[in-house]
């Protein structure tokens, strides 16, 4: 079974930096492509980021693009968020997930869609201060 399992987040000041972890286990994840999501008090789940594990395409929201950087380490099985120059709207629950289904063609909008991701994990709560 698929086990996804975030740390790193927590409290940081404006224009500061945090770098969550997911570690993944129970999957062969050269085949899958993995996102990081983001869900704040009172608002719907949003896509942050994505990247195949092969090969390595990324794909990010235009919110985050030139701040965040997704990346993952293929022996340890653990998936990355490196998160620079905070604001207080990056503020939420960060959520990683894993696809393995029909990834190998996708476009943008596929990777961005929560109903296309098969796992997820319980989450990290990313707090940025003003």
């Known amino acids: 079974q698929v086990q996804l399992v975030e740390s790193g987040g927590g409290l940081v000041q404006v224009g500061g930096s945090l770098r969550p972890s997911c570690a993944a286990s129970g999957g062969t994840f050269r085949n899958a492509a993995m996102g990081w999501f983001r869900q704040a008090p009172g608002k719907e789940r949003e896509f942050v980021a994505a990247?195949?594990?092969?090969?390595?395409?990324?794909y990010y929201a235009d919110s985050v693009k030139g701040r965040f950087t997704i990346s993952r380490d293929n022996a340890k099985n653990t998936l990355y968020l490196q998160m620079n120059s905070l604001e207080p709207k990056d503020t939420a629950v960060y959520y990683c997930?894993?696809?393995?289904?029909?990834?190998?063609?996708?476009?943008?909008?596929?990777?961005?869609?929560?109903?296309?991701?098969?796992?997820w994990g319980q989450g990290t709560q990313v707090t940025v201060s003003s």
């Open positions: 997930a894993a696809m393995f289904r029909g990834l190998w063609s996708a476009t943008y909008s596929y990777f961005a869609s929560d109903r296309n991701y098969d796992y």
């Open positions: 990247i195949k594990w092969l090969g390595g395409a990324t």
